[in-house]
């Protein structure tokens, strides 16, 4: 007597059928999405950004009674790196370099002048001003021309980015490009073109209202 041989089904159950067709369905739309090929998908999944920051509060007012004479703009290539001991920088490290682009003005503190720096003669048509050297400003980082070039970082540090949130990961680049652009002020001429703006803005002023002859020295 022959045993009749039974033949296995090869038939795919019809829910994995149905999720079959629900990934394929899923890749093609979103290889849509990506490709730009189905129009209108872009539009539909596209962000939007909502500005919803609080009014600006006035925190205080003050005075100013200096005269910004001269501004310098600087450029420096920020090359940092950390390295950990006894760990490759492929394992533990980073290297960043980064262009900050900043400004830093020169200017003269009117409001230091007393009346004993000020001399007029009695017709006046003459008259000799002593003002206080030129100083520098605070150096500012030009947000808009300043920017990272490359970040290499290692294993680990990668990993750390993806369990928390650094806002401030380019803090150290860019306060060593606000220090060096401090220093870079500091041994250029900025002072020196200030005080001799100054002169040239205050002679100008009082030779309009007459005087013949004014000097302006600087001390102090």
Partial sequence: MTTPIRRVSKRMPGWAKAVSAVVLVLVVFFAGIRLSVLPGLKDLFGTE??????????????DISRYDAASGNFQIVVDLEKDTKYLPDAIRGSRTLYVGAGTVDAYVDLGKVGD???????????ATLR????????????????YA?????????????????????????????????????????????????????????LSSLGFKEVRVTYGG
């Fill in 149 to 205: 070039v490359s970040k290499q970082r290692g294993l680990l540090d990668r990993l750390g980015d993806l369990f928390s949130d650094n806002p401030n990961s380019e803090q150290a680049v860019q306060k060593l490009a606000v220090r060096h652009i401090s220093d870079a002020a500091k041994k250029s001429e900025l002072t020196k073109r200030a005080e001799s703006n100054t002169t040239s803005m205050l002679k100008g002023l």
């Fill in 131 to 146: 003002l206080p050297h030129a100083r520098l400003g605070k150096a500012t980082l030009d947000a808009d021309r300043s």
């Fill in 116 to 126: 004993n720096d000020v001399t007029v003669n009695d017709d006046r048509t003459s």
């Fill in 49 to 62: 950004t909502h500005d919803r920051s609080g009014p600006a509060l006035l925190q205080s007012i003050q």
